[in-house]
């Protein structure tokens, strides 16, 4: 959609500034119009963001009667928005790098993976990014230029070699050297939210886990990480960082399709104590974009579960979901 120049009074300068609201990205073009030689100012009808728009007058003006004619400068709207999603190699990333690039008429998609083996996994596309995120310099090619930010990464508990189900015992977990829930789920989420920070980035959504009220949750003891507390950690530099955010604390993540479930929010983990505390991977995946449509999630952090399947009503609102949201952190 072109975004066209209102014009009513046009000034004897040689170039005047404006800057719309924030919205959307434009691209510019430029086009000719006559205007009156009364004209002193030029008004733009619609603004939609903080990219700049420039009236360009030529120093020499062409006189044709009692008319003069100026290059205005206008916007054409690019209503997509470039989203990154880093941990695009996992089970839940690559639901929601593959949601993106189904919706190219709404997303230009981006991904992050640790390595070339998760890029062939995903697809080898050029909108792959390979970086690590515990070093900040290597997140900036695949940051730079980016709308949004969806963090998927997280720390991955491995079972210790020689578990024997037989016996009647509990499996024992390890972390990798490097990939502790400290490194990953803390310092590696931290350079993500700086870097977004520096490159200007509007929203973040970041999916975590219910149960980080509880520091003696069973998962906390996994390889001794306390993978929620260094989440929650994470979560909380994201709430004070100034940058619009949507947090969304999954529960027990189910590889099951999605979009036929009623989904329901809490907080607090008190969803913890009831039934509802399941949630299928494409669920949370489309709430992580849905959440970049609506004001309503922003800056809010909530607990995210659904209802077993024939219950209730499949979530088709998502305004309406989100507008129940009252806690920020």
Same mark, same amino acid.
């Given at each position: ?15 005047t500034t404006f800057f *719309?609201n924030q919205c959307h ?30 009236? %360009? ?40 790098? !593959? ?27 050029d909108d792959v990014f +390979? ?9 900036? *090619?695949? +940051? ?19 578990? /024997? ?6 499996? @024992? ?13 803390? #310092?590696?989420? $931290? ?12 929203? #973040? ?25 260094? $989440?929650? !950690? %994470? ?8 940058? *619009?955010?949507? #947090? #969304? ?20 983990? &008190?969803?913890?104590?009831?039934? +509802?505390?399941?949630? %299928?991977?494409? /669920? ?10 609506? &004001? @309503? %999630? ?32």
């Open positions: 959609m072109l975004i066209m120049a209102t014009t009513t009074r046009v000034p004897f300068v040689s170039a *719309p990205k434009y691209s510019l073009v430029a086009r000719t119009i006559n205007l009156p030689v009364s004209s002193t100012s030029l008004r733009l009808s619609s603004c939609y963001s903080t990219s700049l728009v420039s009236l %360009a007058l030529p120093r020499s003006f062409k006189r044709g009667g009692n008319r003069r004619s100026v290059v205005v400068v206008a916007m054409a709207e690019s209503s997509k928005s470039t989203v990154l999603v880093t941990g695009a190699g996992g089970r839940t990333g690559q639901i929601v790098y !593959k949601k993106l690039k189904e919706r190219p008429n709404e997303y230009i998609a981006r991904g992050l993976v640790r390595s070339e083996e998760s890029k062939q996994k995903i697809g080898a596309a +390979i970086g690590d995120i515990r070093d900040t310099e290597s997140l900036a *090619p695949a +940051i730079q230029g980016i709308d949004a930010l969806i963090i998927l990464t997280s720390g991955v508990p491995l079972m210790k070699p020689g578990f /024997d189900p037989t016996q009647g015992k509990r499996p @024992e977990f390890y972390f990798e050297d490097g990939a502790y829930p400290e490194q990953v789920d803390w #310092i590696g989420q $931290k350079n993500q939210i700086d870097a977004a920070k520096a490159a200007g980035v509007k929203q #973040i959504v970041l999916v975590g886990s219910m149960g980080g009220t509880d520091l003696n949750h069973p998962l906390n003891s996994l390889g001794d990480g306390n993978i929620l507390v260094w $989440k929650r !950690k %994470a979560e909380q530099y994201l709430a004070d960082s100034g940058i *619009p955010y949507t #947090i #969304i604390r999954a529960g027990g993540l189910q590889d099951k399709e999605g979009g036929i479930r009623e989904l329901v929010i809490g907080k607090d983990d &008190e969803l913890l104590k009831t039934d +509802i505390r399941t949630i %299928a991977r494409p /669920d949370v995946a489309e709430v992580c974009l849905q959440a970049l449509n609506f &004001e @309503e %999630a922003q800056f809010k952090a909530f607990d995210l579960a659904s209802k077993p399947e024939g219950t209730g009503s499949p979530t088709k609102d998502f305004k309406a979901l989100f507008s129940q949201i009252t806690t920020r952190f």
